[in-house]
Each structure stands twice: as C-alpha cells, then as structure tokens.
C-alpha cells in the first residue's frame, strides 16, 4: 500500500512532538505540546491527546508508534499510556515504547551502540548486536536523573542560593538568574521564594535553568563551568556502567536538550576518550522508524535524509 501513513510520537518532560510520514520519508504533517511525563505532570493524557486528536481519523494511517516517557518503568502508567494509544487509534499497527529507546532506535537507525541522553532527565540505552538491550538511570528526579537539565538547574539553585548566604563564592550565576527571572535582587528570598512556589510545571521549569547554566558558563564563571563539569562526571558514570552490555568498541551518541551545550558534549568526550557518532535521526525520527517496521517498510539511506530534512525544525512536505 504505496499511499500508507505512519505517525511517530516522541514524548518527553519537557514536550511531545507527533509527525506524520509517507513511505518516502516524507513528514507531512507535525504538532508540538507540552511535556507528557506521567510521573510529575497530571495533565500528561489531556496534552498527549490534544496533539494526537487531529491525526485519529487519517484515512491512510496504517502504524503508530508512540515513545514515551516511564514507559516500561512504572507498570500502572504504562498500563494508562498503551490504553490511550490503544483507545485513540484501535484499527492500526500499534507499538508503544520508552522514548529513550526510541531515541536509540534513532540515533543508531535500529543498530547496535551506546546512547546517552540528557534532557529534562537523563539515562543511557544500549543495544547489543544480538539485538538486546540494557539500560541505566532515568530514575527520575526525585530519585536520580543526574546530569540531566533538571539536574543542573537545581544544582545552580543551590549554587545561587549559597554564593548569596555567602556559604559559597560569589557566582555570575547570580544576577544573571534573577536578570532571567526578573526577579529583585535586593530582597533575594523574598523573589526566588515566589518563584518557586508559584511554577506551574516545576521540573520542567527548573530543567529550562540550565540553559542560563550554559550561557554564564561560556562567560567562564568557575561555579557554572564548575556545574557543567559535574553533569559530565554523572553522564559519563552512565557510559562506564552500561558499556560491557555493548560489543568492544561500540560506538556512543547522544540526545536530548541538554546537550545543545557544547561545553557539556565536550567535556563528556573527554572522559569517555574519543568523540561521539553524530545521530543518524533525531528522537521523532526514532519513533517513526519503530512504526515503519511495523509495515516492514524497507528503509534506505533516502528514506532516512528525508527524515532529517523534513523533522522538527525543517518544512514539511506537501501532500
């Protein structure tokens, strides 16, 4: 059926992200929403159905695959996630997943190799050449999530609040913290303290410091170099734990947000000692190869660059 459809659903704490393929590779069609982690958002199932409602009644839709966060972690939320995708498309090839394993699909297009990602949580995947998988942290971030961007803005959090205590060195982190947050340095507590009581979406919120990390960081403030280099220490404890799950001299990548930082990416490279494959499909690419091979699509170097060239960030394709 040469006019086939898929439709991926790349889900995260920070956003979802649904798009809409042909069998060329083509993205038709996508939506973008908010995050969709059933472990900290409540609203997880309105948003997630808000952005797959318009694509429920495609004629020529035949597969979805849908990665999503704690999938495969906490039973009782996996149960709700696959009854939803159960529930809004019935009639089609369905795969529900975890969306870091999504990634991985991605990023390696379904080979073997090491994935580290870092978003608003972090973890690392693994997929052997026997086609096996194993994975590390992603205990979320109540419990782990080390290296993650929630994990660095909380860090800055505690830096910032330290460094105006005077318990730690005075940090740019600082001004520039309460400049972002238009918040008057003159009465600190009184400011963060309304902040931080009044966030709508705590993790995700605090996840989006770590941007203003990054920013003070290239500036050469030490306590947010200093921050930086402490999520490379985590991730790379990620790379050492999960890399005798991998064949000898696999390769390693990454996803997720965090890593717009190119002092982190460095900084990881330089403790793991060589520099990562570039991903071949980003996360949303993942997910639609999970549901292309529901339709034993066969899947070539084309099929795959238009992926990229239309996926988030690119036009879509006319239909």
């Not at 949580?121 to 590390?136: D, E, I, L, P």
């Not at 972002?180 to 303290?193: K, Y």
């Not at 009581?197 to 960081?217: C, K, W």
């Not at 071949?280 to 992926?307: E, N, R, T, V, Y």
């Amino acid at each position: 059926m040469s006019d086939a459809l898929i439709l991926g659903i790349d889900g995260g704490g920070s956003k979802v992200l649904v798009a809409l393929a042909d069998k060329r590779g083509r993205i038709l069609r996508r939506s973008r929403g908010h995050g969709v982690n059933p472990m900290d958002n409540p609203n997880w199932l309105h948003e997630l159905e808000e952005h797959l409602l318009p694509f429920r009644d495609e004629g020529n839709l035949a597969a979805v695959a849908a990665a999503l966060p704690a999938y495969g972690e906490v039973e009782r939320l996996s149960a709700l996630q696959r009854d939803a995708i159960e529930r809004l498309f019935p009639n089609v090839h369905r795969r529900v997943l975890n969306d870091v394993d999504g990634a991985h699909l991605g990023a390696f297009a379904g080979e073997p190799g090491i994935l580290i990602l870092s978003g608003t949580g972090s973890m690392a995947w693994v997929r052997n050449s026997k086609g096996q998988s194993a994975r590390t942290g992603g205990w979320g971030d109540l419990i782990g999530d080390e290296g993650s961007s929630h994990w660095i803005g909380q860090r800055a959090l505690n830096l910032v609040s330290q460094s105006l205590d005077g318990r730690a060195p005075a940090t740019a982190l600082a001004k520039a913290l309460f400049d972002h947050l238009r918040i008057d340095l003159s009465n600190p507590m009184n400011g963060l303290g309304d902040w931080a009581s009044s966030l709508a979406n705590p993790r995700a919120d605090i996840a989006a410091i770590s941007t203003l990390v990054d920013q003070v960081a290239l500036g050469g403030d030490k306590g947010a170099v200093g921050l930086i280099e402490q999520a490379a220490d985590e991730l790379a404890k990620h790379h050492a734990t999960i890399v005798g799950h991998c064949d000898p001299g696999a390769d390693w990548t990454y996803a997720g947000g965090t890593f717009s930082s190119r002092l982190l990416l460095e900084a990881l490279e330089r403790r793991i000692g060589r520099p990562p494959a570039l991903p071949k499909l980003p996360p949303i690419g993942g997910a639609l190869l999970a549901a292309a091979q529901l339709l034993d699509w066969p899947l070539d170097d084309g099929w795959f660059g238009q992926i990229v060239a239309t996926a988030e960030g690119g036009d879509c394709a006319s239909q």
